[in-house]
């Protein structure tokens, strides 16, 4: 059947990745489409919504300002949404968020509306494609130990950088490699190979000033929010190293190997040390010992994201690290019947696997020099 609401297309992308200058780029070679944009800035003033309506003639540049949509502003968002749909006629809506805002919550208020809001946003617009812009000369130096980014290289409201690069890579439909005029080929190959490990089921597009084909990012269909949920490359890992441990009787202790198999030896990511493996223990973690491990980066780690299983605690200690930045901390209790282990995948470059099982391995026990670890312990290393 044909579906005649208003499709929507959402532009995440850390700050000065080029999604201002890709709103006027589709602005500019909009086809046959009559575009209507929504710009969202954390500023009183949003200075790129001043540039769009420069640069464009036409009505439908809606500016919202002092917050982000993906929280504070996400009844703003539908709100006005609506309403440029009761004043003036548009076939597309293109969403531009701010550069430290997180896509998730956009999607689901676009898919689901919000509990305050009475706008029901299903019934006029359908959710179509979800774009990350990265700047892949950003990426290529917060990932890179050791070089740091010109100015101060961080994000607003506590966000890190790692943090929101990442993300947006792991829930996208498309991911437009942008810069990249800015970056040497060869480091240009390996950013998509971690891309490609990170978000396996996006598209990838590498474009310099944000120039990419409307038909690309417009109207493609792509979306659907269970499958992205679902599509992050480190969830894909455990459940597909879960199923080959299980179908091959592997250890627990040992766990995991390679994520993906060996069928990409020959591949671009394998040609560019780009792996992932799950590591898997059924002992304890050492609780100090182990933080001090996570805040640790070599920058060989891209990303980690699971659930460990600490010693003198009942709470399961959630991690989430994106290059330097690492989060970690209660998420909840284990239950009695719970399987009750550490479960961490591994996505990286260069990474040396033996040492990080091995090191692992050395933490992952309930007995520190004779004794058991504490509860206070265990508080103090992962405080709630």
Not at 347 to 364: F, H, N, Q, T, V
Request: with cysteine.
């Amino acid at each position: 059947m044909a579906d005649d609401r208003i499709p929507v297309t959402v532009l995440s992308g850390y700050l000065g990745a080029g999604k201002t200058t890709m709103v006027n780029h589709l602005l500019a070679n909009p086809g046959d489409r009559r575009i209507a944009v929504i710009l969202n800035d954390m500023g009183e003033v949003n200075v790129d919504a001043e540039l769009v309506a420069r640069e464009n003639d036409e009505e439908g540049v809606v500016d919202l300002s002092n917050g982000c949509i993906c929280c504070r502003l996400q009844d703003d968002l539908l709100s006005e949404a609506a309403a440029l749909a009761e004043s003036r006629e548009f076939d597309y809506l293109l969403v531009e968020s701010s550069g430290i805002s997180e896509p998730i919550p956009i999607a689901r208020a676009f898919t689901e509306g919000t509990d305050d809001s009475e706008v029901d946003p299903t019934e006029r617009f359908r959710l179509d494609t979800m774009v990350t812009v990265l700047d892949s000369y950003g990426f290529w130096k917060e990932f890179d130990a050791g070089e740091s980014l010109p100015g101060d290289g961080e994000p607003a409201a506590d966000r890190p950088l790692a943090d929101v690069l990442v993300e947006g890579i792991e829930f996208c439909d498309v991911l437009v490699l942008n810069k990249t005029d800015m970056v040497p080929d060869d480091v240009l190959d390996k950013i998509e190979s971690v891309a490609d490990r990170l978000g396996p089921r996006a598209k990838r597009i590498r474009t310099s000033y944000s120039e990419v084909d409307p038909d690309d990012v417009l109207d493609t269909g792509r979306f659907d929010f269970e499958t992205a949920k679902r599509s992050p490359g480190w969830k894909r890992a455990i459940a597909e190293s879960e199923a080959k441990g299980e179908s091959s009787g592997e250890s627990r202790r040992e766990g995991g190997g390679h994520a993906h198999g060996h069928d990409h030896a020959e591949g671009a990511a394998a040609a560019h040390g780009v792996d992932s493996f799950v590591y898997r223990s059924t002992d304890a973690l050492d609780p100090e010992p182990f933080a001090d491990w996570l805040d640790d980066w070599d920058g060989a780690i891209v990303r980690a994201k699971g659930v460990a299983n600490v010693a003198g605690t009942d709470e399961v200690i959630g991690v989430s690290q994106a290059g330097p930045s690492v989060q970690a901390g209660p998420i909840g209790e284990w239950a009695p019947d719970d399987d009750r282990r550490t479960r961490l995948v591994f996505i990286g470059s260069e990474m040396d696997e033996a040492k990080i099982r091995g090191e692992l391995d050395d933490l992952a026990t309930a007995e520190v020099d004779g004794k058991t670890a504490t509860g206070e312990e265990a508080t103090e290393a992962f405080p709630l």
